[in-house]
């Protein structure tokens, strides 16, 4: 059984900045990042394998970035110059491995076995 659990949620202004961390229990090579906002369904936002290759969704590409934290258990979620749309509840996912890093299935949220709780990220104008 993997743990995880996110850290780094807030309120910020429209433009601020924030970043997430996710502290895993076991190591595993492949980490998602998923949001929801109320009324709405839980969206793919990027993914990290353990080489660092990440993907993103159109919607926070060159805002968001996503990385192993140097801390080897953790995995982080840079975000910049956020947006009102971009607030909702945080989560962290993990997968034994991203296989071959296609985003199609990268950003499912069926993809992933292991889920943290979330942490609420609220963006205010």
């Known amino acids: 059984q993997v743990y995880l659990v996110e850290s780094g949620g807030g309120s910020v202004q429209a433009g601020g900045s924030l970043r997430l961390s996710c502290t895993t229990s076991?190591?595993?090579?492949?980490y998602g990042w998923f949001r929801q906002a109320p009324g709405k369904e839980r969206e793919g936002v990027a993914s990290?394998?353990?080489?660092?290759?990440?993907m993103y969704v159109d919607s926070v590409k060159g805002r968001f970035t996503v990385s192993k934290g140097n801390a080897k258990n953790s995995v982080n979620l840079k975000m910049n110059r956020l947006e009102p749309e971009d607030t909702a509840v945080y989560y962290c996912?993990?997968?034994?491995?991203?296989?071959?890093?296609?985003?199609?299935?990268?950003?499912?949220?069926?993809?992933?076995?292991?889920w943290g709780q979330g942490t609420q990220v609220t963006v205010s104008p």
């Open positions: 076991q190591w595993t090579d492949c």
């Open positions: 996912a993990a997968e034994a491995q991203c296989l071959d890093n296609q985003w199609y299935y990268l950003k499912e949220r069926a993809f992933y076995e292991y």
């Open positions: 990290v394998d353990t080489d660092g290759s990440a």
